[in-house]
């Protein structure tokens, strides 16, 4: 028997393409698994009005991780257009199998580093190496969101006088998305950072936020991180609002280590922190709860490309990489690091990402035959 049981999900698109690229060089590093697939994605949602279904939430039960691809994802009405017939009318909404599978398994932690490796010509400068934890469960991403706003909701905001200002618009004319932040949430995700800091040596923690502005939940997250620095002494906090984190990411990238932020501020500043060493070819990440863990890459299915086995696979090589590390596998976690390093120094095999011709799969080749 396998060592591991890996839920195994292409999902849409290029997911197909960049899980098979992965899948050769993890049986070059001779991981030990089993690999079982999964339905999740777009065709699901058109055939049974559900892109993630109960049998898929069954199978992650029973592994001990799993490698995600990608899913399309389209607006509301787009997507029930596209329901079977006989699923339509039925008030059937789409929703992000990715972010229900966080909820879902309380996958708190979105671990995302960006490292320059030498020799990418894409690298803003070869001297980052950014580490950015996003909290995964909360914040302006939980899905609580009224539209039209439900009588009781309005009631309940009327205890604020700020609310006045919007007394006189309609239910139907105005639409809430909460930002809900939980002390709980924001210790994790903080205690998180603050020990990945430490165990891999980084100086600083940087929170990033916008306290000055949305006082309650962006303060949250910075009160707490005062707190819990004080067990840190050795690593140094820095606070810098999130708009200003933008300009100092393109300006200064070299000076910071791990960046740690809410759910909808890490989701944006881990794609700038992407491109300024590659971009999302380059992408990895990886969704970590206390008993379970779903990696991926950042990109999404990108419906342009698919089936042309043309797209980048590294980032979904690091994802497998962030795999083994999560499962203990580090030395097979090295020899897969070192493989990416070695072929991206080379600059022999290229896809057209980095301006070269390599597929999918010869990338992925090019990297299975540099493991020893
Ligand atoms: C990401 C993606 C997802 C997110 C989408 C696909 C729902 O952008 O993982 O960063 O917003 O979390
Ligand atoms: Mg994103």
């Not at 700038?272 to 380059?282: E, N």
Request: negative net charge; glycine residues 8%.
């Amino acid at each position: 028997m396998a060592k591991y049981k890996i839920a195994w999900l292409p999902g849409d698109g290029v997911g197909v393409e960049v899980l098979e690229a992965a899948r050769l060089v993890l049986e070059r590093a001779d991981f030990d698994a089993e690999t079982i697939p999964g339905d999740v994605g777009w065709e699901f949602w058109k055939s049974e009005g559900n892109p993630l279904p109960p049998r898929t939430i069954d199978l992650l039960k029973s592994t001990d991780a799993c490698l995600f691809g990608a899913i399309t994802s389209k607006p509301k009405d787009e997507a029930a257009a596209e329901l079977a017939p006989e699923l339509r009318g039925k008030g059937l909404t789409y929703s992000s199998p990715i972010v229900g599978l966080r909820q879902l398994f309380n996958l708190h932690t979105n671990l995302r580093p960006c490292k320059a490796y030498p020799g990418n010509p894409l690298n803003l400068r070869d001297d980052i190496d950014l580490v950015v934890f996003r909290e995964n469960t909360e914040g302006l991403y939980s899905g609580v969101e009224f539209h039209p706003v439900p009588n009781e909701v309005r009631r309940a905001l009327a205890a604020h006088p700020k609310m006045r200002r919007f007394e006189n618009v309609a239910n139907e004319d105005m639409a809430i998305s909460t930002r809900i932040f939980t002390r709980k949430g924001c210790q994790t995700i903080l205690r998180d950072a603050f020990e990945y800091a430490k165990e891999y040596g980084y100086p600083t923690v940087t929170v990033v936020e916008k306290p000055n502005v949305i006082r309650e939940t962006s303060g949250l997250m910075i009160r707490e991180a005062r707190v819990i620095a004080k067990d840190y002494p050795e690593i140094e906090l820095w606070e810098t609002n999130v708009d200003a984190m933008c300009m100092w990411l393109v300006k200064n990238p070299q000076d910071y280590g791990v960046l740690v932020s809410s759910n909808m501020f890490g989701d944006i500043i881990s794609d700038l922190a992407a491109q300024i060493v590659g971009g999302l070819g380059f992408a990895a990440a990886g969704n970590i709860g206390d008993t379970y863990a779903v990696f991926e890459p950042t990109h999404g299915s990108a419906p342009k490309y698919a089936g042309q086995n043309k797209v980048n696979p590294i980032a979904t090589i690091r994802a497998a990489k962030m795999m083994l590390d999560y499962l203990g596998e580090h030395e097979e976690a090295q020899e897969i690091e070192h493989a990416v390093a070695q072929v991206i120094a080379e600059g022999r095999v290229r896809t057209y990402d980095m301006g070269g011709t390599a597929s999918t799969t010869q990338m992925a080749e090019a990297i299975a035959s540099a493991i020893s």
